[in-house]
T-cell receptor
Framework: GAGVSQSPSNKVTEKGKDVELRCDPI?????LYWYRQSLGQGLEFLIY????????KSGLPSDRFSAERTGGSVSTLTIQRTQQEDSAVYLC??????????????FGEGSRLTVL | QKEVEQDPGPLSVPEGAIVSLNCTYS??????FMWYRQYSRKGPELLMY????GNKEDGRFTAQVDKSSKYISLFIRDSQPSDSATYLC??????????FGKGTKLSVKP
């Protein structure tokens, strides 16, 4: 596709359930990033991938969060045993190289997660 | 102290006003500074970037970096209702990822 695609766009789940969020980056983009955006907290870095490896996963808030990327393309962010504080918009972004000179990340429209 | 701080506003101005948006940061080693714009229910989009200190102008937008005071600014001249959005400052870390301010929500009234 022309842009970064994320699914689902909206997800409502019950506390304690596991959720998977998917990101399909722009074709040819080697770097992929996950951010979380919630009210009052701004855009919070979670993890980034260069190819299939994750050089920086320092932003993952707990061991309930994990992410993988396969084939240097699609990435999945998994949240186990969801809690209400996990409710947020999860944004995925990709870039052609690891933050080229312009620092331009191309963002998807996000997956809005609501944990009841 | 947080690495980057931004007043979340909201900020409401009349059409045609000059808008000033600001962020402060803590690490003097930062070199790359960006402004992203985010419309409601959309992902952020890069608006401007600057390297090190100085000004950069693009149409009605001017980005300014003052490294001595660790202060970055975005000025919008002749603001338009279509400029209504959330503006996020961003800084590139040495590890390669971007850290963002909380964003300032701007509303330009016709």
């Amino acid at each position: 596709g022309a842009g970064v695609s994320q699914s689902p766009s909206n997800k409502v789940t019950e506390k304690g359930k596991d959720v998977e969020l998917r990101c399909d980056p722009i074709s040819g983009h080697t770097a992929l990033y996950w951010y979380r955006q919630s009210l009052g907290q701004g855009l919070e870095f979670l993890i980034y991938f260069q190819g299939n490896s994750a050089p920086d996963k320092s932003g993952l808030p707990s061991d309930r969060f994990s992410a993988e990327r396969t084939g240097g393309s699609v990435s999945t962010l998994t949240i186990q045993r969801t809690q209400q504080e996990d409710s947020a918009v999860y944004l995925c972004a990709s870039s052609l190289v690891q933050l080229g000179f312009t620092g331009e990340l191309f963002f998807g429209e996000g997956s809005r997660l609501t944990v009841l | 102290q947080k690495e980057v701080e931004q007043d979340p506003g909201p900020l409401s101005v009349p059409e045609g006003a000059i808008v000033s948006l600001n962020c402060t940061y803590s690490n003097s080693a930062f070199q790359y500074f960006m402004w992203y714009r985010q419309y409601s229910r959309k992902g952020p989009e890069l608006l401007m970037y600057t390297y090190s200190s100085g000004n950069k102008e693009d149409g009605r937008f001017t980005a300014q970096v003052d490294k001595s005071s660790k202060y970055i600014s975005l000025f919008i001249r002749d603001s338009q209702p279509s400029d209504s959005a959330t503006y996020l400052c961003a800084i590139r870390r040495s590890q390669g990822n971007l850290i963002f301010g909380k964003g300032t929500k701007l509303s330009v009234k016709p």
